[in-house]
């Protein structure tokens, strides 16, 4: 019984909530920090493109990724390659 509810709650937890779709090619990283850094290392080189950190990976357009959470404040949080990423969330749609 244990080893079945230990199953179920993995299964739970590996899981994402909802479906979404990457709209447009983006940066994704593994914090808001780095993200928001990259972002802005992105105006102040403009119109040269900012090179993507070791942190970070870009999705193109139309990937289908797990929806985790959105925050208004700190960008949308997503589950994409077996790991938790923040992106831009005017990247993403339900």
């Known amino acids: ?16 909530a909802l479906a979404a779709t990457v709209t ?7 914090s808001w920090a780095r993200l928001h850094e990259h972002t802005m290392v992105g105006v102040n080189s403009f119109p040269k493109a900012a090179r993507v950190p070791k942190q970070c990976i870009t999705i193109e357009a139309n990937t289908k990724v ?5 925050d208004q404040d700190f ?5 994409y ?4 990423w923040v992106i ?5 749609t339900e």
């Open 88 to 92: 831009d969330d005017y990247a993403v």
């Open 24 to 30: 447009r090619t983006a940066t994704a990283c593994d």
């Open 81 to 84: 390659k077996g790991k938790e």
């Open 1 to 16: 019984m244990k080893k079945l509810f230990a199953v179920a709650l993995l299964s739970l937890l590996a899981s994402p």
């Open 75 to 79: 960008g949308t949080t997503i589950f």
């Open 66 to 70: 797990g929806y985790v959470k959105w």
